[in-house]
């Protein structure tokens, strides 16, 4: 796909759009990875296709995973060969169609016992043999000393050795950013803050929805030959839109991650301890420059769009790291804590949330509601595909084939060259023009962060971000970096923004204030009361 020219994307456009276009021929409600990834599987194919999202693109779980394109060791362990077969699969397409957002990523597992380093071994050469031609590199068995090469902080006594495998990082946020200017460049068109409020109807069918501007009130009837829903933990919810008495599908489970200095994992290798002294999982990642440490399997009663996490699975992930770490991490060496909900279908009476699957569940309702939900961001391309041929059966309208396999997702170039500005891939020359062009715009906007004011005014003009937290959470990833540092440049960023969307002083303040609320739920470090959740659960680790 040839890339368009980068131009600004105005929301008043957008809006004429809905105003004026007439019947779309695919309609998705949702905004995160699998919402993004069937609009643009859908406009690909030559559908007029249209996105709606409630909140911002990947507002919920869709950037707060734990930024791994990956096929999943613990359902390797499970058996469930066929999700992790089709999962690394689509890992290596992912890193093949977007190569400035996904990256190589080695893992070393410590071996604290003789049996482990054949044991596990054997079981990631199989992984590696599931990837076939589109693996990453060879696991391979580490002496002691390669291993504290790899892993310097990894706690040494009692280390053997350990085991080397390959999988692959990326940036969810971006990643959403980069999939909605594709379904742009590909002529689809995509709004944030517009709910869906309820649907139309005609013979009994759906023939569209009602939706209303959050920033104006304004509402729209806008009509479509399919819609889908793909509205991840909130999907019950848009179902009972449709029927309200639809029986409940998903059962979530919230995952947190701890974010730390680099200093507790300094190199390019990750480590992975697949089985703590109570049978669970544990992650600590580079990224960023910062080691994000996860996660927690914690089943919730119910869907939250700003979820917090609970002090136990604080606690849990410190007292687990301190067991594999030379240098215990403490509260106030936590920069920021992340939560996020998975929507996991829901299995049989009495199974734990950590024996869920990952896989996904597409269904179609007697009215036509098309709903693809669960699965991962990993799979998110293959759950796209079939909600669009099935979209298309329901709206009877011609098939055609899937394009994505190959399709390079906006951004794309040849080759990475790191930086900070690696994300935006080939429009970063264009945004250093930008920056060069205006004096002021290359300030950053904290010591800490490796952000830029000019990142700002990009943001608003060309990539549809509306808040302070859209800014400093998703275009930028300065929230999950370090909450407290984000809090301090908040200021700055509303009002260089304000300036670009042409708000008043009420707005600007409006704004802190809220992000405040969401910025100081994200310390680990909190007054009495605050940063915990009121539901109920034993934490567990798993992949997430």
Sequence with gaps: MVMAAMSPLERGELLDR???????????????????????????????????????????????????????????????????????????????????????????????RWWDRAF??????????????????????????????????????????????????????????????????????????????????QGGNLAGVRAAD???????????KAVVNATGVFSDEVRRLDDPASETMLSPSQGIHLVLDRSFLPGDYALMIPRTDDGRVLFAIPWYGRVVVGTTDTS???????PRAMESEIEFLLLHSARYLETAPRRE????????????????????????????????????????TGGKWTTYRRMAAQAVDRAAEVGGFSKRACQTESLRLHGWREGTEGGPLEPYG????????????????????????????GEVRWAARYELARTVEDVLSRRTRALVLDARASLEAAPAVAEILGDELGRDRAWKEDQLRGYREIASGMLAVVAPGEGTSSHAGTPKSTAC
Excluded: C
């Design 18 to 112: 809905l105003r004026t276009e007439g019947e779309w021929e695919v309609l998705v409600v949702g905004g995160g990875a699998t919402g993004l990834g069937t609009a643009v599987d859908a406009a690909s194919r030559g559908y007029r296709t249209l996105l709606l999202e409630a909140h911002d693109f990947a507002k919920g779980t869709s950037s707060r995973s734990t930024k791994l394109v990956h096929g999943g060791v613990r359902y390797l362990a499970q058996g469930n060969l066929s999700l992790v077969r089709e999962a690394l699969r689509e890992r290596g397409i992912l890193r093949r169609n977007a190569p400035h957002l996904t990256h190589d990523l080695p893992f070393v597992i410590p071996a604290y």
């Design 120 to 201: 596990y071994g054997i079981g990631l050469s199989l992984y590696d043999a599931l990837a076939g031609d589109l693996g990453l590199g060879p696991t391979r068995i580490l002496s002691r000393e390669a291993v504290l090469r790899q892993i310097p902080t990894v706690r040494s006594e009692g280390l053997r050795g350990g085991i080397v495998y390959h999988d692959a990082q990326f940036d969810d946020a971006r990643m959403a950013i980069a999939l909605m200017l594709t379904l742009v460049d590909l002529g689809g068109a995509a709004l944030n803050y517009l709910p869906v409020t309820g649907f139309l109807r």
């Design 214 to 224: 959050s920033e104006t009130g304004e509402t729209f009837e806008i009509r479509a």
């Design 300 to 306: 919730v009663p119910r869907a939250s769009i700003e």
């Design 333 to 372: 060496d936590v920069l920021a804590v992340f939560a996020g909900l998975r929507p996991l279908v829901k299995g049989v009476q009495g199974q734990t949330v950590a024996s869920l699957s990952r896989d996904h569940s597409l269904t179609v309702s007697p009215s036509g509601l098309v709903t693809i």
């Design 426 to 453: 080939s429009d970063s020359s264009e945004l250093e023009s930008l920056i060069a062009a205006h004096p002021g715009w290359e300030k950053p906007l904290h010591p800490d962060l490796p952000f830029r004011a």
